[in-house]
């Protein structure tokens, strides 16, 4: 039911993943391989309460989420395709997931935002995402 134009409302869930990946040619430690507990905080918003007074349901919203993220990254090794590492993997028995850039906080998001926005359907929109790498450091998507 829609209830005024200006109506909006957001939801988050908190995510995890056990992920190992290298920046090729980066000057400092990141060029060896190494792994990190990501954080990912989705929000999704929508102008308008389904009939079950929610505007999805958090557990749909972790099926979706598990099934086009989670899945892939969760103890991966994830690596951009380039000669470098092509070589290195071969003599590596791991789940590879090949990227086409650098598995940066930043190209990371923008992969997990393509998957999780082919997954939403109207009124139900991809709003934000944040992806801790580290405590520390983080990046963020938002429309
Ligand atoms: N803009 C970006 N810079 C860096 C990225 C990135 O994705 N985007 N990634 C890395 C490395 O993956 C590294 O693992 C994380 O970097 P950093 O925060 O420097 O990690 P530290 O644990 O060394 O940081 P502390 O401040 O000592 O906790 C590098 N840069
Ligand atoms: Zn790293």
């Given at each position: 039911m829609k209830i005024y134009s200006d109506f909006m409302i957001s939801i988050t869930k908190e995510f995890s993943f056990e992920t190992a990946h290298r920046i090729s040619n980066?000057?400092?430690?990141?060029?060896?391989?190494h792994g990190h507990s990501y954080r990912l905080f989705v929000t999704v918003s929508a102008d308008e309460i389904q009939e079950n007074d929610m505007i999805i349901d958090f557990k749909e919203l972790k099926q979706i989420i598990n099934e086009k993220v989670i899945k892939t990254f969760d103890h991966a090794l994830v690596l951009k395709r380039n000669d470098e590492n092509t070589k290195l993997a071969q003599n590596i028995d791991s789940n590879i997931f090949w990227m086409e850039?650098?598995?940066?906080v930043e190209r990371l998001l923008d992969y997990i935002r393509k998957q999780i926005q082919n997954s939403l359907a109207e009124p139900v929109f991809l709003k934000k995402l944040k992806l801790y790498e580290t405590a520390t450091s983080f990046g963020e998507w938002e429309k």
């Open positions: 980066h000057p400092a430690s990141c060029k060896h391989i850039f650098e598995p940066t």
